[in-house]
């Protein structure tokens, strides 16, 4: 039972020691996040996640722009697919 116990709080630890080297290796710089934030507050430019553009179209608006952008080009989809199962079945 302590053995166990024992490989267990190694794995742990092997895993956090990973997880804090790939930080330090790949991880964002402080000029990094500089920037990000920048983007994050810049209303002029293009939301780049869902979170972002919530934030940057407020709680209740973010839907109705979302549905306005994304509605055209998910109508020429659906055609797509519609065409593409109407030839499979033929």
């Given at each position: ?7 267990t709080d190694i ?30 507050e810049d209303q ?47």
């Amino acid at each position: 039972m302590h053995m166990k116990r024992v490989s267990t709080d190694i794995s742990k630890l092997a895993a956090f020691v990973y997880l804090v080297i790939e930080r330090r290796t790949h991880g964002n710089t402080l000029e990094d996040l500089r920037e990000d934030i920048k983007h994050r507050e810049d209303q002029r430019t293009t939301a780049l996640s869902l979170t972002e553009l919530i934030i940057k179209e407020g709680d209740e608006n973010w839907s109705d722009d979302l549905l306005k952008g994304l509605g055209p080009w998910l109508m020429v989809q659906l055609a797509d697919l519609a065409n593409f199962f109407e030839s499979m079945r033929k």
